[in-house]
């Protein structure tokens, strides 16, 4: 099962395993570039750190000097580290002295290479070729729904502690995909942890705007069939003006489908399915999904599925919100008192 990249990187470095070639991509370049440092800082010896790191950005490098730091061998030292940022900027010079090295890496080098989204075909056939002959770690900003499984990993990885899984959530829906602001606010509740871990009571405290219903829990209460406590939290809900019917039924189809496959296979299979599915901080809540699944039958999951398509086409023919998602929940409950 891959792990998320954070996890993937900290254990490789846990080892020792610091010498190669690392390409580190993606768009979120905070995490991309806090990855680097750690490589950087696992990899050089402080005390010789002057006379063996170069650093390079790709826009401005001229490939004769990047060839030359690339060939010098480390000075008093166990390696050297060539940084090079911002890859999918290389010139075809600059790309070719890359390339080669790549293909013959010396002994005693540290590669590390970042990358951005690349602007063309040129650059991407470029970036594809560099990644292939590296290890490859990626870090992308994540879906709205993947937010808490994204706050846990960063908690963990990057800041040394753990998150609940309420706190994260009422993180994530506090604060929404705003990448720097979540690191912020991750931050400064590790000044707050207490036995190795932050609280939902901790976040409350210290997070301005968290809301005492947010649409995870929401939707685990519909997910788990508890439809009268979804129906009265509704409206606290829906005064968030980020949460509309179509985006909430995007996401309750999600999850039930979520629910179908964990009851097929159980916890293992879905995180196997999300992970393939490039969903991978979604598999947190694999064992919460297993555990809701055990409340329904493979009819009843189709039958719900079939009402919430058809509310989520109400959604989008001028319906108010409110009505629809009322509308399906009472809906929802009358079809499981008729299957009780």
Known sequence: MALPPDSELEKALGR?????????????PQ????????????????????FNLDRFRADEVDADSLAGALHTPPMLAERRVVVLTEAQELGAAAAKVVEAVLDVLPDRLTFVITAGPASGKKAEKTLDRISRR??????????????????????RSG?????TEDAAQALADAVGPELGLLESELEKLRHAVQDGRVSLDVVRDLVPNVRRVNRWGWLDLVASRQYPAALASLPSLLSDSRETAVGLLAAMIDQHLCLGVAAEGGAGLLSRALGEAGKSYLKWKARNFERQARGWTGEELESALGL?????????????????????????????????
Request: contains cysteine; negative net charge.
């Open 16 to 28: 020792g395993d610091v010498e190669g070639a690392f390409f580190l991509f993606g768009d979120a």
């Open 31 to 50: 995490q991309r570039d806090s990855a680097m440092r750690r490589i950087v800082e696992s990899a050089l010896d402080p005390a010789t750190g002057d």
């Open 134 to 155: 590296c290890r490859r770690y990626e870090w992308r900003i994540p879906r709205e729904e993947e937010l808490p499984g994204w706050l846990l990993e960063r908690a």
């Open 159 to 163: 800041h040394g502690y753990e998150l």
């Open 308 to 340: 919430m398509r058809r509310a989520d086409w109400r959604a989008k023919s001028g319906v108010s919100d409110r009505a629809v998602l009322e509308e399906l929940l009472h809906s929802l409950r009358l079809a499981g008192e008729a299957g009780a």
